[in-house]
C-alpha cells in the first residue's frame, strides 16, 4: 500500500506556491525524499521546484504559521535565531535534494546564497557534472568524423610514416 502511494504522489507535480496549503507533512515529504532519491520511476515534479517545496513547507514548519507573502523560497529576511531555526529543520531533508541533476546557474546563482548546503554536497554535485561534461567532451575541434577504437588520455594511437592501424571487425588492415 505505501508504494502504491509513494508512486502516485510521485507522479503529482509538487507546487512550491502550494506548499503551505497541501496535506503533505514534512514527515511525509521526507519519507518520499527518501524512497524516490536516484529512482528510476517517473518523477514529475523538477528537481529545483522539489527544493523550493520543501523549503517551503520546512519555513512553514518552522513560524508555524501560513507563509502568505513569503512564499519565494529564497526570501530569508529573518533574524538569525529563526533562520538557525529553518535551518536546522531542512538539514535531514538536504541530503535527499540531488543538486547532481539542478543546472549549475540554478546552484550558483539560488542555493548557494542560502548557505544552507554544505559545502561538501555543492562540491560533489560540480564534481559530477564535470564528470559528466568529461564524457560528452570530445577531444578534438570541430565535429568528430572517426573515433579511435580504445582511445583515452593514457593511450597514444601509434602513427609511423603517416600508417595508421585501422580496427575492423576485432580484425587489424594496415594501411
Known amino acids: 500500500m505505501g508504494t502504491i502511494l509513494l508512486d502516485w504522489v510521485a507522479k503529482t507535480q509538487l507546487f512550491p506556491e502550494e506548499a503551505d496549503r497541501d496535506l503533505l507533512s514534512l514527515e511525509g515529504l521526507q519519507y518520499l525524499l527518501m524512497k524516490t532519491y536516484d529512482t528510476t520511476k517517473s518523477f514529475a ?3 529545483l521546484k522539489l527544493f523550493e517545496y520543501t523549503f517551503i513547507k ?3 514548519d518552522v513560524l508555524k504559521e501560513e507563509i502568505g507573502s513569503k512564499k519565494d523560497p529564497y526570501n530569508m529576511n529573518y533574524d538569525s535565531k529563526t533562520f538557525k ?6 538539514k ?3 541530503s535527499y535534494i540531488d543538486l547532481r541533476i539542478i543546472y549549475s546557474d540554478d546552484i550558483v546563482s539560488k542555493l548557494e546564497p542560502l548557505n ?6 555543492i562540491t560533489e554535485a560540480y564534481r559530477y557534472k564535470i564528470g559528466i561534461r568529461e564524457k560528452t567532451l ?4 570541430g565535429r568528430i568524423i572517426f573515433k579511435w577504437k580504445n582511445f583515452d588520455r593514457k593511450s597514444q594511437q601509434e602513427a609511423e610514416n603517416w600508417f595508421y592501424t585501422l580496427l575492423f571487425d576485432n580484425g587489424k588492415k594496415i594501411y
Open 85 to 90: 531555526q529553518i535551518r536546522d529543520r531542512l
Open 45 to 47: 515534479t523538477y528537481e
Open 58 to 60: 520546512t519555513k512553514q
Open 138 to 141: 570530445q577531444p578534438i575541434r
Open 116 to 121: 544552507i548546503f554544505p559545502e561538501e554536497i
Open 92 to 94: 535531514p531533508l538536504i
